[in-house]
């Protein structure tokens, strides 16, 4: 699990910017001033900090400074946004920060800045009907639920079942290619949804997969896209 913390003011725009924050493998912890931050990196041990140079509470020099001098907290990337004002790029300049980027930096280059200090891996949209069977759920009975995105660490279903945080499942399915993946996973994250009837979404995380299932959804994922895959795919997938 990938832990980040991220002041709050950024917070909107970065999980507009990077759907990949919502992934059942990262953790985002959105807090008011670095006085906050500082706490919360204590007690969870982030892996990427994103702040302002400007926010609330001590200075981000401050923050930055308690932080590279303490040893189990000086090993987290530190990303710092500033607003592109002379005295505010000198001031990330002299901080320790591991880089630090305009607020109206390209969307793309932010992302892959973020990607790079998290190492996450790619995700990439795709629309499957899945049987999946869950662990003492309806008798273990197998039903039916669609994903919406796919990795080789897990996926994102939807589904009008309910189904409670942490319930084992197996669940299979066919790749475009025709190749036949089966996994056992576990629900990671529950994602409200605004609507009632768009069904419920829960984050997969992948338990079990064998090298051979995690090679085709690697290269299903790497595979550049054409212009007509850009979003879910136009037909469903068969149920395997």
Known sequence: MKKVIIIKELHP???TMMQFLNRTDIEVDAVETSDDMLRSHFNKQADLIIAKIDQDGMTFETMEHV????????KVSILVMHDN?????????KSGANAFM????????LASRVREYLDVTPRRAYRVV???TVEGYRNNKPFLCRSENISTHGMLINTKEILAADSRMSCSFYLPDGTRISVEGEVARVVKQESANSGNQYGIRFLTISDASKNAIESFVHKERSASVHGPTDRDALVA
């Open 102 to 109: 305009a607020l109206t930096s390209n969307t793309a280059t």
């Open 13 to 15: 725009m970065f999980l």
């Open 85 to 93: 004002t002379p005295s505010s790029r000198e001031r990330c300049e």
């Open 67 to 74: 932080i590279r001098r303490n040893e189990a907290l000086r």
């Open 130 to 132: 899945l049987n999946m």
